[in-house]
């Protein structure tokens, strides 16, 4: 096969965590070629194809200078046997220009995981609401009215932006309100942009989970991200520890009853996120944690994906 990794630079990748490039490692340990570009690279005119400006990439296995250029050259996205879209959020107005650009791609030809229409209509913060069953108390607002009376109620809670990731721009108010209204000016911009609200769930000092689905079966082990000291948000970019531990059952049957909806729209890949037993998170657009499930338990996660892409791809 020949794969195109959509993603950041490459060069800010830190291997010793990067999920995509443990997929591009199991790739081209495969004999599949790899090449990758930016979103920022994919072009359309009309009467031709839409096209990215892509670099033939060879991984050496050193994981400092892990990739030598084979070379840079316009290619057609519909030449390659996948498109892989793994550009980090967030999830703003270039995300979904690109999404519109590989959508026409795919209507060329062209088979990209996951599917661009189901990343513009999954948008990881706002997915969970077509599970309440097993989401938490969660507001969804722009009013400051509105946060306040879910602080009323609930007295401990987590406010976070709906485009962010790696943990930014997440506060918690406990329930003295102390600083709810800067925070909610904060967050609202004046009441420009609307915002998510939650119950603050304790079970955070077991750890964030972090369950893979892959083609809407869960893996075996999750990644439960634990905060540190005195932060309480367990994402690894804040400092967060990951611990790999087995999938329990009751999170089992919750990620197979959401990956059974979700992956036949064409999201092979989900990173559904779980504190307690409550989902809080529906993570499309690049999930991670694989190479800290393989490096802790021998799991392969990167393995069955790739297996999944071959299946998918025939």
């Known amino acids: 096969m020949k794969l195109l990794f959509v993603a950041d630079p490459i060069e800010s990748f830190k291997t010793s965590k990067d999920t995509t490039y443990t997929m591009m490692r199991e790739a081209q340990r495969r004999g599949h070629a790899i090449a990758v570009c930016e979103p920022r690279h994919l072009h359309w005119q009309s009467g031709g194809k839409v096209t990215a400006r892509v670099r033939d990439i060879r991984l050496t296995g050193d994981e400092k200078a892990w990739f030598q250029e084979a070379g840079m050259r316009d290619a057609a996205l519909s030449e390659f ?151 309480v948000r ?14 329990t059952p009751e999170d089992r049957a919750t990620a197979r009853a959401i990956g059974a909806v979700l992956a036949p729209r064409g999201l092979l890949l989900i990173g559904l996120d779980i504190i307690g037993t409550k989902v809080t998170e529906i993570n499309v657009t690049s999930p991670t944690g694989f190479r800290e499930i393989l490096d802790q338990t021998g799991c392969d996660v990167p393995a069955l994906f790739v297996d999944a892409v071959e299946r998918v791809v025939g």
């Open 81 to 231: 046997s996948t498109v892989l879209m793994r550009k980090d959020p967030p999830f703003d107005a270039e995300f979904i220009y690109a999404t519109h650009l590989l959508e026409q791609a795919e209507r060329e030809g062209a088979r990209v995981i996951n599917r661009p229409q189901a990343l513009r209509n999954h948008p990881e913060k706002l997915a969970v609401m077509e599970f309440p069953q097993y989401v938490g108390p969660t507001l969804v607002t722009r009013s400051p009215d509105d946060v306040k009376r879910f602080h009323a109620e609930h007295g401990n809670i987590v406010l976070k932006p709906l485009d962010g990731m790696g943990g930014m721009g997440i506060f918690r108010v406990g329930p003295d309100g102390l600083n709810l209204g800067a925070i909610t000016e904060t967050l609202n911009h004046h009441g420009a942009t609307t915002f998510m609200v939650q119950k603050f769930l304790p079970e955070i000092v077991a750890g964030d989970k972090r369950i893979i689905l892959i083609d809407g079966e869960p893996a075996p082990y999750v990644l439960a991200r634990i905060p540190q000291g005195s932060e």
């Open 234 to 247: 367990g994402n690894l970019a804040a400092g967060g520890k990951g611990v790999a531990q087995p999938l």
